[in-house]
């Protein structure tokens, strides 16, 4: 990864340089660390923590799940083959494949190979645990240290990935010395769930804690940026209320900044509506909203007026009102539930026997505002 050269960006070097030294020291080789979305988590992987580490002697692998939810093990072995053997990417996943020969299916291999290739999905599945065993010993062969930095890891929790997970964690206890990995997510629960569950294969691997997130330090330092540039200075009063209004959210608070510094004869208290109207609408609510089922919304509904116990008789009786329907079964609230803290929707995580809660605390302000499931 290259130095950042956005004048934006709000530089931690003491943050990522203390993870680093937490591998240096030889007392864990994983950690895990959890944000919500938007929160700056992934732009300080990728700008400071993966720089920082190629400054020390590492070699750095980053790949962020979200980007293939169906393919992790392809983009594990991708990250880590371009980390350790960048030019020779083309030829790792050639040899890979030459014995496979069904040229049909519908799953395309990464396309930075130059070529083309498509798999029946059955033998592309297979096809991703070699691809992560070959990557590690391609890394064994540089002689050094290696830091993976695994973004939106908790798509490694899904039940469909689990020979996936099996096999990086059997190939990762083995190179604990030489290869340093930081799970990081924007779901606690799905990681929490990845590392203590006694099934799962990264069962007790990992410590998993809260990103330290971004305060009046990170909107001083943008208030100064946006000095150099804008007429009218922005009062720092105003920018931390701004922020304040926005949860704290980073990228949201850029957003405000956009705002204002394209139209600041229109003042910072403006600049915040609009800001404010783009975050529940740009962020896709409607759109997930409109996604779900029927039954799907009715529970999100149920949790976002605080229902506490979404198994009981209350809770179903309420469901019945809100679907308009008396046929409604005890285990519709169940199946919903499955769905809704799912791997592919996450919008919810349990906090104890039948009581949740929302992933997105501005998702549930969303949907506590409306008045029906239609």
């Known amino acids: 990864m290259s130095e950042p050269t956005d004048p934006w960006h709000f530089a931690r070097p003491d943050l990522a340089q203390a993870y680093l030294q937490v591998f240096d020291l030889g007392l864990t080789s994983a950690r895990g660390l959890f944000a919500r979305r938007r929160m700056g988590k992934s732009e300080f992987l990728k700008h400071d923590l993966l720089p920082a580490a190629l400054r020390a002697g ?47 299916g519908g799953t395309i291999l990464p396309a930075t190979i130059g070529a083309t290739l498509e798999l029946d999905l059955a033998e592309k599945e297979k096809a991703a645990v070699p691809a992560i065993q070959a990557a590690l010993l391609a890394a064994d062969k540089t002689k050094k240290r290696l830091l993976l930095v695994i973004d939106e890891a908790q798509v490694l929790a899904a039940p469909e990935h689990t020979a996936i997970a099996h096999s990086l964690r059997a190939g ?58 804008a007429r009218n200075p922005l009062k720092m009063d105003d920018a931390l209320e701004a922020f304040a209004a926005l949860k704290e959210t980073p990228e949201f608070f850029r957003w405000y900044i956009e705002r204002f510094l394209m139209y600041q004869q229109q003042g910072p208290e ?18 997930v909203w409109k996604e ?41 609230p169940r199946t919903s539930i499955r769905r ?20 997105d605390p501005e998702f549930q302000t969303w949907v506590a505002a409306r008045r029906t499931i239609d």
Do not use: C
């Open 292 to 332: 779900l089922g029927r039954a799907d919304r009715a529970v999100l509904l149920l949790a976002a007026r605080g229902v506490q116990d979404l198994y009981s008789a209350p809770a179903l009786k309420q469901l019945q009102e809100l679907m308009d329907s008396p046929d409604v079964t005890a285990s519709a």
């Open 172 to 229: 990762l206890d083995i190179r604990k010395a030489g290869i340093k990995v930081l799970f990081a997510g924007s779901s606690e629960a799905a990681l929490r769930q990845m590392f203590s569950r006694a099934a799962a294969p990264f069962y007790n691997w990992a410590p998993l804690e809260p990103f330290p997130l971004l305060g009046q330090a990170f909107v001083e330092s943008t208030v100064r940026q946006l000095a150099s540039v």
């Open 58 to 104: 590492y070699q750095a692998a980053y790949t962020n799940l979200w980007d293939d939810t169906e393919h992790p093990g392809q983009a594990l072995a991708t990250a880590i083959v371009l980390a350790t053997q960048p030019k020779g990417l083309g030829k790792f996943w050639d040899d890979l494949n030459r014995p496979i020969n069904k040229i049909k």
């Open 270 to 287: 403006q600049a915040l509506q609009y800001t404010l109207a783009r975050v529940h609408d740009d962020t896709g609510y409607v759109r």
């Open 340 to 359: 809704l803290t799912g791997a592919r929707l996450q919008l919810m995580a349990r906090v104890d026997h039948g009581a949740y809660r929302f992933e």
